[in-house]
């Protein structure tokens, strides 16, 4: 049991269309963050909710990439036109100061 | 910007082996070093280090943190192919609100019956 839930576990699409994550926590954790890992690097942050609010994005999240986390329990990450360049594993986690990480999705973008 | 290196990158070693993995870091304001193992999907937690010199232990696994060198090790004694895993080092600057993680690259760690 991580403590969060991620939906879907893998996506296949194709360069330019839409796609959208969604991360559920198990029981009430009001801090949530995603994460986003490439082979063989470690994961690296993109943004964090406390309840609904979206206090801290990374450069790292363009223009083309949004979260929200409405009425403060599950979360869902979109990214717009994808690239190739966005395949990766996206990764929610929960937690004060250590965190616990969900399964993650893995993106293909071909 | 705060920076997590892990060496080896990638290691081999038979059933029973003692491993040590190392975990160098360069950040602006230390708080605490995390360890974790990465096996298909999640990484899941193992050990947070904040203090030099008190060593962490669970089971076959330990690790220890040195402040003043500025690195922390992970050993796991009488590894088993169980072990085999990606073990992550991160530091995470957490003050108090959120707890933005810094990672290395991993150490792919690989044990051979």
């Known amino acids: 049991d991580t403590g969060v839930s991620q939906d879907p576990r893998h996506k296949i699409t194709k360069r330019g269309q839409n796609v959208t994550f969604r991360c559920d926590p198990i029981s009430e954790h009001n801090r949530l963050y995603w994460y986003r890992q490439t082979l063989g690097q470690g994961p690296e942050f993109l943004t964090y909710f406390q309840n609904e609010a979206q206090l801290e994005k990374s450069r790292l999240l363009s223009d083309r990439f949004s979260a929200e986390r409405p009425k403060g329990s599950f979360s869902t990450l979109e990214i717009q036109r994808t690239e190739q360049g966005d395949s990766a594993m996206y990764l929610c986690?929960?937690?004060?100061?250590?965190?616990?990480f969900g399964s993650g999705t893995q993106l293909s973008v071909l | 910007e705060d920076k997590v290196v892990q060496s080896p990158l990638s290691l081999v070693v038979h059933e029973g082996d003692t491993v040590t993995l190392n975990c160098s870091y360069e950040v602006t304001n230390f708080r605490s070093l995390l360890w974790y193992k990465q096996e298909k999907k999640a990484p899941t937690f193992l050990f947070m280090l904040?203090?030099?010199?008190i060593e962490k232990k669970s089971g076959r696994l330990s690790s220890i943190l040195d402040k003043k060198e500025l690195f922390s090790i992970l050993n796991i004694t009488a590894t088993q192919t169980g072990d085999s895993a990606i073990y992550l080092c991160?530091?995470?600057?957490?003050?108090?609100?959120?707890?933005?993680?810094?990672f290395g690259k991993g150490i792919t760690l690989s044990v051979r019956p």
């Open positions: 986690a929960w937690g004060r100061e250590k965190l616990f």
């Open positions: 904040t203090s030099s010199g």
């Open positions: 991160a530091h995470t600057n957490y003050t108090g609100a959120n707890s933005k993680l810094t």
